[in-house]
């Protein structure tokens, strides 16, 4: 089987994407490869594929156990034999494991580093053929990096050790230069193949706010976006009680988490927080690493991370799935100290480094949290600050709180009467999508079904971005010359107001970010013309998008039937099917085997196993009619 047809056959996927198939065609001809990439760009794929392909085992070095269960979780769905030895089984159960590794049952192995050096693990090492070594998170390797592990340095001597050198290929989401030189020197990577691919993750925005009372902007925020799940981070223990509490009270549903919990508790919690029971976690920085829960919409900080490595690592947990997401982090000059005392009692932990390493390492830890700081205070543009500081050169990106922020006022009345006008022709019968969609002339199945070409102001603001139009409405409802009914379909109604800026006795005024290249991949709902492979991180694919009502009515029905499967099987719904196989599926209708392995991320696995099912929902739900389309 070539590496196309095992894309297909195992992860239902029809083309890889950007640097995958650099690296496993590395891989596959015998070279060591490094691959740099952010958060969400298919890091898992790149050694997956090529295990698959190899005559023996691959072993995958991964830091954390939860990281470890979900992988083996998902591969074991899709139909790849894997397993995972670490300290949460019992002697036993590793003792079994191997020997049925040892057997050659499992493609897929994957192990914590301390494991490496244990008699038995070496043991059976030595006994079977060993393809690969897979280091995930291998930024961990470095003491440069932010969560340096010393037990990765025991790869290095397990590998010498064994009988033949296997390929090794190693992954990270963040390597500034230092990192990237430890990860190839340490490692020993022998004339890699490296990729490096842009750090930019355009469907986030960036925002910092400092809001007089952090908790009033809180509560604010996550009740203004309820029903969406979101991650809030605080910088202390004592901080993560009280912001859950604060949440709690007003009945938002937040799970918290820290390492001060049991274990039994914080598992618990995190299972709510994955099976969006509770969809709000609000955690220490101990919560995250090995989440892969992929409709994360906002990260927001409560307190200033330590460093850019961090904050980077923790706000890049939202939006895995390319749709846009938010993070916020909340600025207090309070922070600074606070973050200040963490360094200070960290460094009593450290008892594996000289008096002259500690210096080092505090020296190092200062730096990172001026850099922090002024990211914090910036003017400039925060996307252009990240991408800077991990090496990499970018515009302003008119998606970030300092872009929207800086620039001057401009006249917009005219522009204003656009959308008094639109409200006005449309009945006030619609909300802020459609309106902002009409006059920006776009073409959504849901505008199409509503038919708003028909109106004269449709296309009026073709000229803006849709934040744009939206930053102008809110204006208006802000001044008071529009208002939104207070039901949940908050649709735009013209105040008294509204007749004042009509006749040009009004002015609208609006502080507007500047024009750019970037600015055209700004978060929005108004690009997409089907489901995107997620190959192009800034492109639309929200459902909404693409199905028109009928189509997320089917939607929901299949939502639905994927929560019953989850729940049998006790796995979180996206081990099952990700939301962009379902909105696939709505817009391709599948009746019969052929039809639904062509739906994305639809393997032969998966389809033995859930195939059949999701047919004949679908059959009932359409009445086994094809004719009628659920989308554009
Ligand atoms: P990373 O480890 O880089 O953060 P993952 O390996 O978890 O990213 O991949 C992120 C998501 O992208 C997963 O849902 C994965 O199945 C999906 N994915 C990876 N490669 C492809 C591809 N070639 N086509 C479509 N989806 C892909």
Not at 18 to 24: F, K, S, T, Y
Not at 35 to 60: E, F, H, N, R
Not at 346 to 365: S, V
């Amino acid at each position: 089987m070539d590496k196309f047809a095992v894309l297909k056959k195992y992860f239902g996927y029809d083309a890889f994407r950007e640097g995958q198939e650099l690296l496993i065609d590395g891989i596959l001809s015998g070279r060591d490869v490094l691959g740099i990439m952010p958060t969400g760009a298919g890091k898992s794929i790149c050694y997956q594929v090529p295990a698959l392909m190899l005559p023996g085992i691959t072993l995958v070095i991964s830091p954390l156990i939860s990281l470890m269960k979900d992988q083996v979780q998902s591969l074991n769905h899709a139909g790849i034999h894997a397993a995972f030895i670490n300290s949460s089984l019992t002697e036993n159960q590793i003792a079994k494991a191997l020997q049925y590794a040892a057997e050659g049952r499992y493609k897929i192995i994957y192990v914590a580093p301390e494991r490496l050096e244990t008699a038995s693990f070496m043991w059976f090492a030595q006994k079977v053929e060993i393809s690969m070594v897979a280091v995930d998170e291998a930024h961990c390797i470095s003491q440069w990096g932010q969560d340096f592990r010393p037990s990765y340095l025991k790869i290095v001597r397990f590998v010498g050790q064994l009988s033949a050198r296997p390929v090794l290929s190693a992954f990270t989401a963040t390597a500034t230069g230092a990192v990237k030189e430890d990860i190839i020197c340490v490692l020993g990577l022998k004339d890699p193949e490296i990729l490096i691919t842009g750090f930019d993750r355009k469907n986030l925005y960036f925002g910092v706010e400092t809001p007089k009372r952090k908790n009033t902007f809180l509560l604010d925020y996550v009740a203004g976006h309820s029903g969406e799940s979101g991650i809030i981070y605080c910088a202390t223990r004592k901080n993560v009680e009280q912001v859950h509490e604060l949440l709690c009270r007003m009945d938002l549903p937040a799970a918290r988490y820290h390492a001060g919990l049991s274990a039994e508790e914080r598992k618990c919690n995190q299972d709510d927080f994955i099976y969006d029971v509770k969809p709000v976690m609000v955690a220490t920085n101990a919560f995250g690493m090995g989440i892969d829960k992929s409709n994360v919409r906002y990260v927001i900080h409560y307190n200033m991370p330590q460093s850019m490595e961090n904050y980077y690592q923790e706000a890049g947990r939202a939006g895995r799935d390319g749709e846009p997401s938010e993070c916020i982090l909340l600025y207090s000059p309070q922070d600074v100290m606070v973050n200040r005392f963490l360094i200070e009692n960290k460094e009593q932990k450290e008892e594996n480094f000289g008096e002259e390493e500690l210096q080092a390492i505090r020296e190092r830890d200062e730096e990172r949290l001026r850099v922090m700081n002024f990211y914090c205070t910036t003017t400039d543009c925060l996307r252009n600050y990240i991408l800077r500081y991990f090496g990499e050169k970018g515009g302003d990106c008119g998606n970030c709180s300092n872009c929207n922020k800086e620039y001057k006022e401009e006249d917009m009345s005219e522009e204003a009467l656009q959308v008094i006008q639109c409200i006005r022709e449309q009945g006030g019968r619609y909300g802020i999508n459609v309106v902002t969609g009409t006059l920006m002339g776009a073409d959504t199945a849901k505008l199409r079904e509503y038919n708003v070409s028909r109106f004269a102001s449709y296309g009026g603001l073709r000229k803006l971005q849709e934040t744009e139009i939206k930053k102008l409405i809110q204006k208006l409802l802000q001044d008071g010359v529009l208002h939104q009914t207070a039901d949940k379909y908050a649709l735009l109604k013209l105040a008294p107001l509204a007749a004042e800026v009509a006749d040009g006795r009004r002015k609208v005024m609006l502080k507007l970010p500047p024009k750019s290249e970037t600015s055209a991949a700004r978060g929005g709902s108004f690009g997409a013309s089907g489901v995107t492979d997620g190959s192009s991180k800034g492109k639309r694919s929200r459902k909404s998008d693409v199905l028109n009502s009928k189509g997320l009515e089917c939607f929901e029905v299949l939502r639905t039937l994927r929560t019953e499967i989850a729940k049998e099987e006790s796995v979180p719904p996206y081990i099952v099917f990700s939301d962009k196989s379902l909105v696939d599926m709505c817009v391709k209708l599948p009746f019969n085997k052929a039809e639904m392995l062509r739906v994305t991320g639809v393997g032969e696995h998966k389809y033995e196993k859930y195939g059949e099912r999701f047919i004949s929902r679908i059959k009932e739900f359409t009445g086994g009619a094809k004719g009628k389309y659920y989308f554009g």
